[in-house]
Antibody, heavy 119, light 111 residues
Framework: QVQLQQWGAGLLKPSETLSLTCAVY????????WSWIRQSPGKGLEWIGE???????NYNPSLKSRVTISVATSKNKFSLRLSSVTAADTAVYYC?????????????WGQGTTVTVSS | QSALTQPRSVSGSPGQSVTISCTGT?????????ISWYQQHPDKAPKLMIY???VRPPGVPDRFSGSKSGNSASLTISGLQAEDEADYYC???????????FGGGTKLTVL
């Protein structure tokens, strides 16, 4: 059974760079798209971007200038970097798998990481 | 890029049916069949309930069904149960499958 485990710094100051990593256990890394999604306190879901095993990426246009998603295929991991954070970036961040069998809907999710941006 | 439009809340009694709508444009919901629905209980990660407009992943009860007409998609939950009380989000591809857009979410209350 595929599991995603994510980790990263939970408290940042404004202007710092958010960095999170998600590891894939119990399944193939190839053939899927790997996404990051966030949820601000009391708000809805916001898709940040995705990457496949070969490093091809797609980003939310509203965040594209500050986002980098990268992959470490040999280690079955992918990472998110979000630069110049502000309080508006405070959210729970999730990693998720987009499966081709499900039209790339996100069928497996990480446990979520709470990131707070505060001076 | 604005979010897809969902009602803020819906409610129903056990055993009843409820329908949650998700309205977009011809650039997202109306233009793609990559429409998904997610269920999220408090402090939990979302769970995929419907993909490709109307297909249930393994393990999702057949009480959950999806449909689409024009620029709107819908999730119907029949035979409501207490455990169905949660937030529900729709999502759609946009821009030649390069961007995923979510709805604002709907809180389902089982009375």
């Amino acid at each position: 059974q595929v599991q995603l485990q994510q980790w990263g710094a939970g408290l940042l100051k404004p202007s710092e760079t958010l960095s999170l990593t998600c590891a894939v256990y119990g399944g193939s890394f190839s053939g899927y798209y790997w996404s990051w999604i966030r949820q601000s306190p009391g708000k809805g879901l916001e898709w940040i971007g995705e990457i496949n095993h070969s490093g091809s990426t797609n980003y939310n246009p509203s965040l594209k200038s500050r986002v980098t998603i990268s992959v470490a295929t040999s280690k079955n991991k992918f990472s998110l970097r979000l630069s110049s954070v502000t309080a508006a970036d405070t959210a729970v961040y999730y990693c998720a798998r987009g499966a081709p069998d499900f039209y790339y809907a996100m069928d497996v999710w990480g446990q979520g990481t709470t990131v707070t941006v505060s001076s | 890029q604005s979010a897809l439009t969902q009602p803020r809340s819906v409610s129903g009694s056990p055993g009843q049916s409820v329908t949650i709508s998700c309205t977009g444009t011809s650039s997202d919901v109306g233009g793609y069949n990559a429409i998904s629905w997610y269920q999220q209980h408090p402090d939990k990660a979302p769970k995929l309930m419907i993909y490709a407009v109307s297909v249930r992943p393994p393990g999702v009860p057949d009480r959950f069904s999806g449909s689409k007409s024009g620029n709107s998609a819908s999730l119907t939950i029949s035979g409501l149960q207490a455990e169905d009380e949660a937030d529900y989000y729709c999502s759609s591809d946009e821009g030649s499958y390069t961007y995923v857009k979510f709805g604002g979410g709907t809180k389902l209350t089982v009375l």
